[in-house]
């Protein structure tokens, strides 16, 4: 009998990347650009995860959708100027490359559920060397925003995975809940936007503190040994 498919999903900012200031930069400009006053960078972080138009709605709850259409565009417009600077920079968390090359060698299937556009997650993957080491990649422009399943629900589609062998990793709590939702195992990473006690009371079943956890953990939540 052939062993069963693993599947590991990341999150991506706050998660892999840590792009916090690229992203509270960008959307504060583009707040400035349709002349509103710009968010706290504690209320933005607090929104990451979401997909854009929700984050933004959330982040300018007294104005119309139309607006918040504008503000996307600004957002978006903000982010092609940073990210074409030649020191534009985000850092992957540590231990976090070694735990996605480990698994990746280790037979595991790699995925990535995020509520960046598809072209902006792959830029990232890109910029990292990342893009040969995950096999389907879900954003918010082409599934239901976390956290519906429907993200865990396209990755277990393109990959032939079963929801019981499927673990995903993140940072926030609409990522555990998108776990929860889907019926999938969950970790929660401390480095991200939400704090701990969040993150559990969301519905990750473990808590890592470190990118160099990551490994044993999966391998303890799917019951194998590493």
Same mark, same amino acid.
Request: with cysteine; net charge negative.
């Given at each position: 009998?052939?062993?069963p498919?693993?599947l590991?999903?990341?999150d991506?900012?706050g998660? /892999?990347v840590?792009?916090q !200031?690229?992203?509270?930069?960008?959307?504060q400009?583009?707040?400035?650009?349709?002349g509103l006053?710009?968010?706290?960078a504690?209320?933005?972080?607090?929104?990451?995860g979401?997909?854009?138009?929700? #984050?933004? @709605?959330r982040?300018?709850?007294?104005?119309? !959708?139309?607006?918040?259409?504008l503000?996307?565009? #600004?957002?978006r417009?903000?982010?092609?100027?940073?990210?074409?600077q030649p020191?534009? !920079?985000? @850092?992957?968390?540590?231990?976090v490359q070694n735990?996605?090359?480990?698994l990746?060698?280790?037979?595991?299937l790699? #995925?990535v559920?995020?509520g960046?556009?598809?072209?902006g997650?792959r830029e990232?993957?890109e910029?990292h060397?990342?893009s040969s080491?995950?096999m389907?990649?879900q954003?918010?422009?082409i599934?239901p925003g976390?956290?519906?399943p429907?993200?865990?629900e396209?990755a277990?589609?393109?990959?032939?995975?079963? /929801?019981?062998?499927t673990v995903?990793?993140?940072d926030?709590t609409?990522?555990?809940?998108?776990?929860v939702?889907?019926?999938a195992?969950?970790?929660?990473?401390?480095?991200?936007y939400h704090?701990?006690?969040?993150?559990?009371? @969301?519905g990750?079943h473990? /808590?890592?503190? !470190?990118?160099?956890e990551l490994l044993?953990q999966?391998?303890?939540l799917? #019951?194998?040994?590493?």
């Amino acid at each position: 009998m052939t062993a069963p498919l693993k599947l590991v999903i990341f999150d991506c900012d706050g998660t /892999i990347v840590d792009s916090q !200031h690229t992203i509270v930069a960008c959307m504060q400009k583009g707040f400035q650009r349709h002349g509103l006053d710009a968010p706290e960078a504690e209320s933005i972080r607090r929104t990451v995860g979401l997909s854009l138009i929700e #984050g933004i @709605a959330r982040l300018a709850p007294d104005h119309p !959708h139309e607006t918040h259409e504008l503000l996307v565009d #600004g957002y978006r417009s903000s982010f092609k100027e940073v990210k074409a600077q030649p020191d534009h !920079h985000e @850092a992957v968390y540590p231990g976090v490359q070694n735990a996605i090359t480990r698994l990746d060698e280790g037979g595991y299937l790699l #995925g990535v559920a995020t509520g960046k556009s598809q072209v902006g997650l792959r830029e990232t993957l890109e910029r990292h060397d990342f893009s040969s080491m995950f096999m389907t990649l879900q954003t918010a422009d082409i599934n239901p925003g976390k956290p519906h399943p429907g993200m865990i629900e396209s990755a277990l589609r393109e990959t032939g995975a079963e /929801i019981e062998n499927t673990v995903m990793i993140g940072d926030t709590t609409f990522d555990m809940e998108m776990a929860v939702n889907a019926g999938a195992l969950a970790i929660g990473v401390s480095w991200g936007y939400h704090g701990k006690e969040e993150l559990l009371e @969301a519905g990750a079943h473990i /808590i890592v503190d !470190h990118g160099n956890e990551l490994l044993h953990q999966v391998t303890v939540l799917l #019951g194998e040994k590493e």
